[in-house]
Every structure is written in structure tokens, then in C-alpha cells.
């Protein structure tokens, strides 16, 4: 697992970002960060308000099932949205 202080600001905002999406699994963060589910929980609680962070908490724990691969419902789609920037592996494309 990588160590928070590998991560520079811009990849631990990018791991929020992908955390608050519905669409986003934790199996796509951990491919791209190596950030397990647990690693990804310990992030947001670290740097998320509490208010945020139990926010968060509630809404991955009702939508759980979308936030996992092997439980998420086929008829839910990868979705990309048309402005985002390509992704590979553990890089993010310049700007």
C-alpha cells in the first residue's frame, strides 16, 4: 500500500474526488493509487471534516453496493465524463 506522504496534494484530491463518485469503485482507486478500501476510509477520515467524512461514510455504506465491483449492479455503467482527462494506471496526464 502506497504511504499517504508518497502522494503529493493533487493525487490525494483526486482520491477524494473518486471516493465522493457513485460511479467509482474502490477497486479503480486502489488500481491507480494503491489505496485499499480501508487505506481510501483512513485518507477521507484524515482529511475530510468529521461532518464531511460521516457524510461520506453514510452515503458509501447506503450505495455499497456501487462502490464494489463484484456487488454492483450490471445494469450500472463505467461512466466518463466527456471532459475528463485520460487515466493510466498510476498517472495522471499533464495539463
Known amino acids: 500500500m502506497t504511504q499517504q506522504t508518497d502522494l503529493n496534494l493533487r493525487q ?9 463518485e457513485d460511479r467509482t469503485p474502490f477497486e479503480a482507486i486502489e488500481f491507480q493509487f494503491g489505496y485499499t478500501e480501508k487505506a481510501v476510509i483512513k485518507l477521507m477520515r484524515n482529511e475530510l471534516k468529521e461532518s464531511s467524512f460521516k457524510l461520506w461514510r453514510k452515503r458509501v455504506n447506503k450505495g455499497v453496493s456501487s462502490k464494489h ?21 498510476n498517472k495522471i496526464s499533464k495539463r
Open 12 to 20: 490525494i484530491d483526486r482520491i477524494i474526488e473518486m471516493a465522493w
Open 69 to 89: 465491483l463484484k456487488k454492483r449492479n450490471a445494469a450500472i455503467g463505467r461512466f466518463k465524463c466527456s471532459r475528463q482527462r485520460a487515466i493510466s494506471g
